[in-house]
């Protein structure tokens, strides 16, 4: 009976295969028929059957019989990437080259770009990262140079973009690799086109897993699987489902890690995709060797080995080699972790040496070149063409011309108007600058301070603080007749400054003065006593209002990125709302003007740079959100000697 029942099943399936075999020799059929020139036409119809080995040699046999040039380059095209899914690659390189060959010989762009992309990825897959560089680089320029933009050409624009992100990826080079997949994301959603969305996503995800923001990662790769899962792809759905498990593996939560990815086998296997097979051997080892099973963890490691080693890819023989590595270790065995570990640095240096990081740097460099030769050959065409009109409507040239002059001279005028009309407003700023920072209190206060030294004998205090106080004054005279200064001078003027109303608190004042090793200070220029207001604001109504003695003041100056230096005047005080409060309850109640002028300095300072200053304030709050001080942020654009 049970036999009975499995020839029954036996018959089915082949009934089944027979009929769908039909179905693609029929679909063949009319193809041949009607000759389709188009490869989105050609993948519509046998969108059911371009992984059916049979089926793309019956067409490719049958389009040569006939010289339908499109036919054969769409089968060898496809039977590359079989081959390529068995890890075949020379195999696959062979086919895809005939496609290449054949496209190249009928002019048939769209293909052309097709063969150049699938050359690539299997390149790719090798770790052949020139070569595959090369290739989709060569794709990208012909797709971009075509005047015919169609949904064929922008496709292959996408996957160039892609397929080079990944190759940047793996390079180690994330900006540039964002850089294309954002390319491709564009394109992929212009045509809503589920499979190239979904591996764009995925392609982000990694770029932010290697970033360390992991709920990031998982938000891209939980995007990519909902479209793998709504078009039924299953290498998607592996790839997703593994990198998921990764990210699990790197936040320690190896339970989760091990049911995302463990499915992953029998998909891979089923696939039939070795490289797949062999990442998900490698990935679930992972797992394994957090989880202390190690002997299980080494059985899918040597699987993964073999294949890895038995088709050159050298970034997979690498990972495996140094998780065999970790094995070796936790199990003692020093000599063998130690000789895996040099296996695993011998593959790295194969897929990224110093000739490797120079050869890809010298194509990224001559593509940027290419891409600059076609700009200006472009801007040289409309140039003749611009001259021709010129030529055709001289009178309207001349008029132009002296219509220009008067513009320019009218505009020099109204320029240098502007110019004395900032001069005049500067001037009034260093002024009102030179009057704030020497204003009475402070001097009287300061010379107030020498002679208590003196009555109390303490005279060596006494000539100590009169020198900073003379220091600081010829300073603040000196900055006056310089719009700028060096970051250097500003500091000494801030220790000065510091260091002098420090004394008057009984230096209950603990300073501190952070300063990043890779700023030049004597190139770096600011305004002048820039930092002083916001100083003495921290000082007076923030830290001399403090009744704890605990009193600290900390400066600290970094450069964020090279257009900017960031600033930043932090102080325990009282908080603003409490100073502001004092402040208001006072009799003589001084208006503050130097955080304005400061601000109105800086104004002119960045006017002619491309990036503006900015001034933030932040109330700082300890744990029972009470107010602990304030936090000044100074961003000023980085403008160097």
Not at 107 to 122: D, K, Q, R, W
Not at 275 to 303: E, H
Not at 335 to 345: E, F, G, P, V
Not at 486 to 501: A, F, G, P, Q
Request: aromatic share 10%.
């Amino acid at each position: 009976m049970a036999k009975h029942k499995l020839s029954i099943l036996f018959l089915v399936f082949m009934t089944l295969n027979l009929l769908n075999a039909q179905d693609n020799f029929s679909q063949i059929d009319t193809i041949l028929k009607h000759q389709y020139k188009s490869f989105d036409k050609l993948n519509l119809l046998m969108r059911n059957s371009n992984r059916d080995s049979m089926a793309m040699k019956q067409l490719l046999i049958k389009s040569r019989a006939i010289k339908y040039k499109e036919g054969e380059i769409y089968a060898l095209n496809m039977l590359g990437k079989m081959a390529r899914i068995k890890t075949d690659f020379a195999k696959a390189i062979k086919l895809h080259q005939q496609a290449l060959n054949i496209a190249k010989q009928i002019n048939h762009i769209p293909f052309e770009i097709y063969s150049l992309n699938m050359l690539g990825v299997v390149y790719r897959r090798m770790d052949a990262v020139k070569s595959a560089l090369e290739y989709h680089y060569k794709a990208l320029q012909i797709a971009s140079s075509t005047k015919q933009k169609s949904r064929e050409i922008d496709e292959n624009i996408a996957i160039s973009n892609n397929s080079i992100g990944n190759i940047y990826l793996l390079l180690e080079k994330p900006k540039l690799a964002k850089k294309h997949f954002a390319k491709s994301l564009q394109i992929e959603k212009k045509y809503n086109n589920k499979l190239g969305l979904a591996i764009n996503y995925q392609n982000i995800g990694g770029i932010f897993e290697e970033q360390g923001n992991y709920e990031k990662a998982l938000e891209y790769y939980t995007k990519s699987l909902a479209y793998n899962d709504s078009i039924k792809s299953t290498v998607g759905k592996i790839i997703c489902q593994t990198s998921i498990g990764n990210v699990y593996l790197k936040q320690g939560k190896y339970q989760s890690a091990l049911e995302k990815i463990k499915p992953n086998i029998k998909l891979a296997e089923k696939l039939g995709d070795k490289y797949y097979t062999a990442d998900v051997y490698l990935n679930y080892a992972q797992v394994l060797i957090k989880l202390k099973k190690y002997k299980d963890a080494k059985l899918f490691l040597d699987k993964a080995l073999s294949v890895a080693k038995n088709k050159k890819i050298p970034s997979l023989s690498s990972e495996i080699y140094k998780s065999l590595s970790e094995i070796a270790q936790q199990n003692k065995d020093y000599k063998q972790a130690l000789s895996y570990y040099k296996q695993y640095n011998q593959e790295q240096k194969k897929v990224y040496n110093k000739k490797n990081r120079q050869l890809v740097s010298d194509l990224v460099l001559d593509q940027i070149k290419k891409e600059n030769e076609t700009v200006i050959n472009d801007l040289g065409k409309k140039n003749k063409e611009v001259s021709k009109r010129l030529n055709r409507s001289r009178k309207s040239l001349y008029f132009t011309l002296s219509l220009l002059f008067l513009l320019v001279v009218l505009g020099f005028i109204l320029y240098q108007q502007y110019k004395l009309n900032n001069r005049r407003k500067v001037m009034n700023l260093e002024q009102s600058l030179l009057r704030a920072q020497m204003n009475p209190h402070f001097i009287f206060n300061s010379l107030n301070s020498i002679k208590l030294f003196i009555i109390h004998n303490r005279s060596k205090d006494a000539i100590s603080f009169l020198s900073k106080f003379a220091k600081l004054i010829r300073a603040i005279l000196n900055s006056t007749k310089e719009k700028e200064m060096s970051l250097r001078e500003e500091l000494e003027m801030i220790k000065l400054y510091v260091s002098i109303e420090n004394t008057r608190l009984s230096d209950s004042i603990n300073f501190e003065l952070k300063v990043d090793e890779n700023i030049d200070l004597d190139k770096v220029k600011i305004p002048s006593f820039l930092t002083q207001p916001f100083i003495e604001n921290a000082l007076w109504h923030g830290l001399s209002q403090k009744k704890e003695y605990e009193r600290k003041l900390s400066i600290s100056i970094k450069k964020q990125d090279n257009k900017t230096i960031l600033i930043e005047i932090e102080d325990n005080g009282i908080g603003r709302k409490r100073a502001m409060e004092i402040k208001k309850s006072k009799i003589f109640n001084k208006k503050s003007i130097g955080i304005d002028l400061s601000s109105q300095r800086l104004k002119f300072f960045t006017k002619s740079m491309s990036k503006d200053y900015t001034i933030r304030f932040k109330d700082l709050f300890d744990k029972n959100k009470q107010p602990a001080g304030t936090k000044v942020i100074i961003e000023i654009p980085n403008k160097k000697q």
